[in-house]
């Protein structure tokens, strides 16, 4: 693990390639418990949002220079996406247009207390992250930092995603993003130097029978993704908090008491705080606890990046 650390930090000025889902996020918060067949009063709004979109910008306004990998369809808001996320200070001249999809939309209801109700989603457009996609850009993964992937990329994309951060010898972490595409990562759960599952994710990864329902079963879960090669397993619990595991250490962290505005994006904080701790040398149980207040700041943002977001911040949000 120390050795690893070592080459991300030699490599800590190089940017981040993040290969994955971009799109319109479309999120109504109930005023009251849902009725079916009519109606529902609610408060909604719009922001860009996709995991990898998310993560690219998170990391952009922390400091540290990222490529997004992803494309969207030829349409007005795919444009206003691009120049939203290009303005964040994410490099977007590799993102493709699909000319026959549109531009990759989420929906999704929120209940009064802030818990996600039900979602949908349509990535139709990531069809264009093909395998010879990646092949015109390969000379990026050898003067990267760093691959992040999420699943909502064609499978075979991800492996060739894969065999080209391994060639290019730099460290891969993987976001399962929903339950029903956590198997298209699991081919390549030994290769994974970071992992972020939900609860399901993890239970689904470690073949467990009953749901993971608290911190004890969670540790169990990111402890033996550790023996399956994950370096770092956070297996998060939304009000919980979250546990982690390497060879090394491992821990719960509770979540940080706050009014939940909308869930969207939390995990994409942490993910992004805890990649760019770890690339600047910060310690492992010091970085989760980072992650930690960076989910904290999205959540009570009605958006899926809290557009403020600096170390200085997550510092101030820490749980000691």
Do not use: W
């Not at 206003?80 to 001249?93: K, N, P, S």
């Not at 169990?220 to 919980?240: C, D, M, Q, S, W």
């Not at 250490?249 to 705080?273: C, E």
């Not at 310690?283 to 904290?296: F, K, W, Y």
């Amino acid at each position: 693990m120390d050795n690893i650390l070592e080459r991300m930090q030699e490599r800590a000025e190089l940017p981040i390639l993040i290969l994955g889902a971009a799109s319109i996020d479309f999120v109504g918060r109930l005023d009251a418990d849902p009725k079916l067949g009519t109606s529902n009063p609610a408060r909604i709004r719009t922001s860009f949002g996709g995991t990898a979109r998310n993560v690219s910008e998170n990391l952009a306004r922390l400091g540290h220079p990222a490529i997004l990998l992803s494309a969207i369809g030829n349409d007005t808001v795919g444009r206003q996406l691009l120049e939203h996320t290009g303005q964040a200070g994410v490099d977007t001249t590799h993102v493709v247009k699909n000319q026959s999809d549109p531009t990759g939309s989420y929906l999704a209801t929120i209940n009064p207390q802030g818990d996600l109700h039900f979602a949908l989603d349509d990535m139709r457009a990531l069809s264009d992250l093909s395998p010879e996609y990646l092949a015109q850009r390969a000379e990026l993964f050898q003067q990267a930092a760093m691959l992040f992937l999420d699943a909502n990329v064609p499978a075979d994309t991800l492996k060739a995603a894969v065999d080209m951060a391994i060639d290019a010898d730099i460290p891969i972490c993987a976001d399962p993003t929903t339950t029903s595409l956590a198997h298209k990562i699991e081919p390549f759960i030994d290769k994974l130097f970071f992992l972020t599952p939900n609860a399901a994710e993890a239970a689904y990864y470690c073949e467990m029978e009953d749901a993971i329902s608290g911190h004890g079963k969670a540790q169990e879960a990111a402890k033996k993704l550790v023996t399956r090669g994950v370096h770092l397993a956070i297996v998060t619990l939304a009000e919980f908090g979250l546990s982690y595991a390497t060879s090394e250490t491992s821990g719960h962290i509770p979540a940080i008491r706050t009014q939940i505005v909308d869930p969207t994006g939390g995990g994409d904080a942490l993910s992004a705080a805890v990649i760019f701790a770890l690339l600047n040398g910060i310690p492992i149980d010091e970085a989760v606890r980072l992650g930690v207040s960076a989910a904290s700041l999205t959540l009570r943002h009605p958006g899926a990046v809290f557009p403020d977001l600096s170390l200085e911040m997550l510092y101030d949000q820490l749980i000691i």
